[in-house]
């Protein structure tokens, strides 16, 4: 479509045209990139504060009913479901460091419950939650939506709210069914 669209503009003799687009697109690349480092900065700092302050760790005994129901293997491990409950959390409130978190998680997952078919499982459900995208506060995509000049930006958080729900409960449905039917064979 570039190379179309160059060969267009050069057969036409709009190049100038062409070139102008290129850069003002280029430009408010940039800036909207640099707008948003700021954000991610922010969010980043507030994670490392609630981690060093042991607001994680707090938040992982809140979550265990729900988080051990889903990671039944990880058992009574604190720094594994710790670091599950940071990178679910991260991603439910829409911060920018869910993948960092759950690559940490994975890595513990890993020391913790080894690489058969337990740690897949609960490897694979930390993938489907993050996967899935719920998020009741889609930060990034509001800062976007805002820097963009949207009027109401957080407007999208709603049915964000419900497509990414219904996402996460229909891919962790169909790997617990779809898994129990491979794991039989």
């Known amino acids: 479509m570039i190379a179309l669209g160059c060969l ?11 070139m102008s687009a290129v850069l003002d697109g280029v ?7 640099i707008g948003l480092v700021g954000m991610f900065c922010l969010w980043v700092g507030i994670e490392r ?14 979550a265990k009913p729900v988080l051990g129901a889903l990671f039944p293997h990880l058992g009574p491990a604190r720094k594994p ?19 960092p978190l759950g690559l940490k998680a994975m890595s513990l997952m890993k020391d913790e419950v080894g690489e058969g078919d337990r740690g897949v499982d609960s490897m694979s459900t930390l993938v489907i939650i993050n996967a899935g995208g719920f998020c009741l506060f889609p930060s990034t995509i509001i800062a976007l939506r805002a ?18 729900l219904a996402a996460t409960l229909g891919g962790l449905l169909a790997y617990r069914v779809l898994g129990d039917i491979f794991r039989e064979r």
């Not at 430009?27 to 990139?33: F, G, H, I, M, W």
């Not at 820097?147 to 990414?164: D, K, Q, T």
């Open 147 to 164: 820097a963009l000049g949207s009027r109401v930006p957080a407007l999208i958080a709603g049915p964000v709210a419900v497509a990414g």
């Open 8 to 18: 267009t503009a050069l057969l036409t003799g709009r190049v100038d045209a062409m």
């Open 81 to 99: 479901l710790g670091a599950v409950t940071a990178s679910v959390l991260s991603n439910v409130l829409g911060l920018s460091s869910s993948t």
């Open 49 to 62: 504060l609630a981690e060093e302050a042991g607001l994680v760790d707090a938040l992982a005994r809140l």
């Open 27 to 33: 430009r408010q690349a940039v800036e909207l990139v």
